[in-house]
């Protein structure tokens, strides 16, 4: 079973930056594919970015691309989000996920969708003030 539990979340000014770690138990972060999503006030969770164990490639959204780095530590055996020139809009509860059943998959449209993934943790709040 893959636990999964986030970390390093809080309250930053625009501009700032903050770094999130999701702990992984029950999984090696070798394989597999990881991504973080978020969650802002009164709006539906939606896609952060994502890690493929194969290749080590990575993609973002829109919103969070040349700012967000998304890395698996596999020393930690942990997923890590390097957040930078946070701004308002960022403010979410970020989730960490887990693809475990299903082969890896590169496609975008498929690695975007929450439903596809098995395991999620408990979620950390990011708060950034203007």
């Known amino acids: 079973q893959v636990q999964l539990v986030e970390s390093g979340g809080g309250t930053m000014q625009a501009g700032g930056s903050l770094r999130l770690s999701c702990a992984v138990s029950?999984?090696?972060?070798?394989?597999?594919?990881w991504a973080w999503f978020r969650q802002g006030p009164g709006k539906e969770r939606e896609f952060v970015a994502v890690a493929w164990w194969r290749s080590s490639t990575t993609y973002y959204s829109d919103s969070v691309k040349g700012r967000f780095t998304i890395a698996r530590d596999t020393a930690k055996n942990t997923l890590d989000l390097q957040m930078n020139s946070l701004k308002p809009e960022d403010t979410a509860v970020y989730y960490c996920a887990a693809d475990t059943e299903h082969p890896v998959n590169f496609k975008i449209a498929y690695v975007t969708e929450s439903r596809q993934y098995d395991s999620w943790g408990q979620g950390t709040e990011v708060t950034v003030s203007s």
């Open positions: 029950g999984r090696s972060v070798r394989s597999h594919t």
